[in-house]
Structure formats: structure tokens, C-alpha cells
């Protein structure tokens, strides 16, 4: 575990820019855009013969299903008071269509929730070598934090908090699972539940 690392200010830049592609951490935390921004031909720290050697896995789970993690980091909202309520859900299916997935394509290869998008567009379907089509067949059986519900910046800051804490010795895994536990019983209120 790269300790030291994984507390400096900006531990991605050792981890992710300088370890893994140097062959000098197994593993890493990431998403799709690093096949291209990260380690790809035209990223920030390339990997030579990046999709013989690095691949993704699936997460283990309790039930013993393992699974695909798919972050939804936003959404397209349209407000309640809009006074253009139809013509701003007309954008909301514009900016999701599958022509305009596959003009994006040339500028951010990003994964579709669509599965309709590699039927129309070759250009997605050979993005960064067939990554993105993968990375779409696997979010059939992702699963995922839902990212607008009350209190969860709460419960992402205690994680990083007691995570930092683990790393620095002052508590076990156990000790941070319990006291997680106990700060998130429902009954202390502050957006934890």
C-alpha cells in the first residue's frame, strides 16, 4: 500500500501518473477516460502496449456477484419553473441522441448509456479500442452510488476521513467500519442516515 502516496496533496499524481504506469503499483482506481487522457497514446503518462497489459476487473461483492462499478456523476434536470419546459426537454433528447454521441466521439470518447449508439456509429465502437462498448456491456449489471441524495457529501467526507485515518495507523479497518457505523445510525441527524 503506497501510504505516503496516498496522503501527499494530489496522491493521484504519484499513483496513477508515476507508480501504475512504471509498473510499480498492481493496481488503480479509475474510469474510461483513462484509456485515452491517462495512459493512452496522447495522455498525460502513456503506456506502451496499454491494452495487452492493463485491464479492469469486476468489484467483489457479499452475495457473490461481482459487479461493474458504474458512476453516474451527473444528470440532465430540466426545473419544475422552467418556462420552456418542452423545448428544454427537446435539448435533454438532442445532447442524448446517438448522432450526437457519435459526433462527440472525435473530441471525448465517453461510454453511452445507450445501446443503441454502436449501431449507428462505427466510430464508437472502435473508440479506444473497443473499450467503450465494453465498458457499456458491463453497465448492464453495474451498480452505482446514487450521487444526488441528501447527505451524501457527508458520508463521502467521514469515508475519506476515517480511510486517511486507517492509512496513517491511528485505526484499523474494523475500528473505522464500527465507528462509520455508529456516526451513521439514523439517529444523529446532519444528513446521516
Not at 491517462?38 to 492493463?54: N, Q, R, Y
Not at 464508437?124 to 462498448?133: D, H, I
Request: proline fraction near 7%.
Amino acid at each position: 500500500m503506497p501510504v505516503d502516496e496516498l496522503l501527499a496533496p494530489r496522491p493521484w499524481t504519484p499513483t496513477k501518473y508515476e507508480m501504475f504506469p512504471n509498473g510499480d503499483l498492481l493496481m488503480t482506481t479509475g474510469g474510461h477516460w483513462q484509456w485515452e487522457f491517462d495512459w493512452g497514446p496522447e495522455g498525460a503518462t502513456p503506456i506502451e502496449g496499454l491494452f495487452e497489459k492493463v485491464d479492469r476487473w469486476l468489484m467483489p461483492s457479499e452475495d457473490g456477484q461481482p459487479y461493474f462499478y458504474a458512476s453516474q456523476g451527473w444528470g440532465n434536470m430540466i426545473s419544475a419553473k422552467s418556462k420552456y419546459p418542452e423545448a428544454a426537454f427537446e435539448y435533454v433528447k438532442s445532447v442524448n441522441s446517438p448522432e450526437d454521441y457519435c459526433n462527440r466521439i472525435a473530441t471525448y470518447a465517453s461510454v453511452s448509456p445507450r445501446d443503441d449508439v454502436k449501431d449507428v456509429c462505427l466510430a464508437y465502437k472502435e473508440a479506444v479500442n473497443g473499450k467503450l462498448v465494453d465498458s457499456e456491456v458491463r453497465l448492464l449489471n453495474g451498480r452505482y452510488f446514487f450521487h444526488f441524495a441528501p447527505g451524501l457529501d457527508y458520508i463521502v467526507d467521514e469515508v475519506a476521513q476515517l480511510t486517511e485515518e486507517i492509512l496513517l495507523g491511528k485505526l484499523t479497518a474494523e475500528e473505522a467500519a464500527e465507528r462509520f457505523a455508529q456516526d451513521n445510525d439514523g439517529e444523529t441527524g446532519g444528513g446521516q442516515g
